[in-house]
């Protein structure tokens, strides 16, 4: 056990359609990460918060993603008018140096 | 992008031998991390290594870290089916961010 839980775990959308994922970890660290991962490919970095402040996004984050992190405690990545490119696992991680990882919501976009 | 990269992509072994696995990278880095992913349990940390060690371990797990040569070794001894799985390394430098690299598929037969 991780100490992160991630809602939902599948996702299946039609192309155009919004979704939102949500991410809990159990304890409040300070730092809490979004990766997005492809088959055959390590987890890419998205984003991350300390505490409530998103402080750095990576490029891979177009205008279509945004995530918040209202209370320092669990966080939501919304994806607006999805596209088939966006299809991947959607995973959370909390801690600072060691990253601790949840299961992931794996989204497949029709 | 991707700053680290592994080394060799797939790697299949009987159990009870062991299995190294590298890691190269471009940056410097503040510490470099292991993980390891298989379908049923996510990512899971296992080893973080600072830039000033040369070597920690951690059970059946060995790791170098070379700064002059950018790059890091993993190596599990005796291994067992269940080692099956990606392992990925990730590089972290001032802010760490973890970048990963694309992994190293270990297949190890009974």
């Known amino acids: 056990d991780t100490g992160v839980s991630q809602n939902p775990r599948h996702k299946i959308t039609k192309r155009g359609q919004n979704v939102t994922f949500r991410c809990d970890p159990i304890?409040?660290?300070?730092?809490l990460y979004w990766y997005r991962q492809t088959l055959g490919q390590g987890p890419e970095f998205l984003t991350y918060?300390?505490?409530?402040?998103?402080?750095?996004k990576s490029r891979l984050l177009s205008d279509r993603f945004s995530a918040e992190r209202p209370k320092g405690s669990f966080s939501t990545l919304e994806i607006q008018r999805t596209e088939q490119g966006d299809s991947a696992m959607y995973l959370c991680?909390?801690?600072?140096?060691?990253?601790?990882f949840g299961p992931g919501t794996r989204l497949t976009v029709l | 992008s991707q700053q680290g990269e592994e080394d060799p992509q797939a790697l299949s072994i009987q159990e009870g031998e062991n299995a190294t696995m590298n890691c190269s990278y471009k940056?410097?880095?503040?510490?470099l991390q292991w993980y390891r992913q298989n379908s049923g349990r996510g990512l899971v940390h296992l080893i973080l290594i600072r830039s000033n060690e040369r070597e920690k371990h951690s059970g059946r797990l060995r790791v170098t870290l070379d700064t002059s040569k950018k790059s890091s070794s993993l190596l599990i001894t005796a291994s067992r089916a269940a080692d099956t799985a990606s392992y990925f390394c990730a590089t972290a430098g001032g802010s760490y961010i973890p970048t990963f690299g694309r992994g190293t598929s270990l297949i190890v037969h009974p």
């Open positions: 991680a909390h801690n600072r140096s060691t990253q601790y």
């Open positions: 304890s409040e660290h300070n730092r």
């Open positions: 940056t410097s880095i503040n510490n």
């Open positions: 918060f300390q505490n409530e402040a998103q402080l750095e």
